[in-house]
């Protein structure tokens, strides 16, 4: 069946351009009602104006589709309670958010100031926390809620030059990771996108003739999968050049040393440690300490 989105509202912030603006215009042709979130700012952050995200708006209703734009910048707590409180006067209810907002202030991290640090933690780190926050009492509300995070390759795998927005991408991936757990009662589903697009951010990094394949609505389908009703939970999906996979976080099984514990013992079973054959992803951080307890009492009753 048809990925729909009749009656829904959807938030997407940063979406005057790129992945953002795909995104929502997506939204709308697929039924949903959208606020098109932008402050309007350069790359790295600086200025501000409301005709990028006013022009997708335009976009929207020339589709025939509803849409209404916001300028408040999502570090701003009053300016995103401002953008919750347009959106529910004009819809009603709010049911997905997709965290796409995003600064770059790249440098290596010898020359970078802890300000361009801070600055891009705020927005990408804080700025999705801020918006989950102030959409998670409605969702719980409706029993229902789809969070999107926008995680990158940076923040997983690391990147030259981007310690602050590589700390920032997998602090979202935490933030997922934990609000999987507390929002599953109430079907409030988080999930993370890993993007690889050319946009106004990154077509710097692009060749010319890689510029097409990986434009921004290659990236949309896997959003639209997170961001609908069957979406699964917690989740992390890159896409890019329409080629789709899951990104996981796994820990091998390890080797048990007991109390007698030491430094040299750990580098002699190094090669065991490290063994990837049976490595599991852990659902939970209870998962993690309850699989390290069963190691050191299944030791204790062979002892």
Known sequence: MTIRFDGRVAIVTGAGGGLGRSHALELARRG???????????????????????????????????AI???????????????MSETMEAYGRIDILINNAGILRDKSFAKMSLDDFRLVVDVHLMGAAICSHAVWPIMKQQKYGRIVMTSSSSGLYGNFGQTNYGAAKLGQVGLMNTLKLEGAKDNIHVNAIVPIAATRMTEDLFPPQLLDLFRPELVTPAVML???????????????????????IVETEGVYLGAGASPEGLRD????LVACDQQQALEMGSKHTEKF???????MKKG
């Open 32 to 66: 949903a009602s959208v606020v098109v979130n932008d402050l309007g700012g350069s790359v790295d952050g600086s200025g501000g104006s409301s005709d990028a995200a006013k022009a997708v708006v335009d976009e929207i209703h020339v589709l025939g589709g509803k």
């Open 69 to 83: 734009a916001n300028g408040s910048s999502v570090t701003d707590e009053a300016g995103v309670a401002r953008l």
């Open 226 to 248: 997170l961001a609908g009703e069957d979406a699964p939970n917690g989740q992390i999906i890159s896409a890019g050049a329409g080629h789709f996979a899951k990104a996981h």
């Open 269 to 272: 079973q190094w090669d065991d």
């Open 293 to 299: 307890a069963m190691k050191a009492l299944a030791a």
